[in-house]
């Protein structure tokens, strides 16, 4: 799905007294304000869906695939979503084994 078809989706569920373009911004701000959360370091928790949190990745010493050769990794904070387990069952149950319904 892409960021279009999100808006799509959004716009469909409100109804007709949204345009797609207000529902484009409505999406933007919510991925803004999510992004300016997690650059401040900040928790952001949605009941149902999951967590968007920053994990720090301590330094390590990694290998170059092609010449074997040691490269020295630097600490630095990445962000992470963290699933709820209504998000979890809910795939599960849709996706079946596999992928197979």
Not at 44 to 72: C, D, Q, S, W, Y
């Amino acid at each position: 799905m892409t960021k279009a078809d999100l808006v799509e989706k959004v716009a469909e569920a409100v109804g007709p007294g949204v345009t797609k373009k207000e529902c484009g911004l409505m999406v933007d701000a919510f991925l803004d304000a999510v992004k300016d959360a997690l650059a401040q370091g900040d928790r952001i928790e949605l009941r149902g869906f999951g967590v968007f949190k920053v994990r720090h990745r301590k330094a390590l010493t990694a290998r170059n695939p092609r010449t074997g050769e040691p490269v020295e990794v630097p600490s630095r904070d990445v962000p992470v979503f963290q699933p709820s387990r209504h998000l979890r069952s809910r795939v599960d149950r849709g996706l079946g084994v596999l992928g197979q319904n």
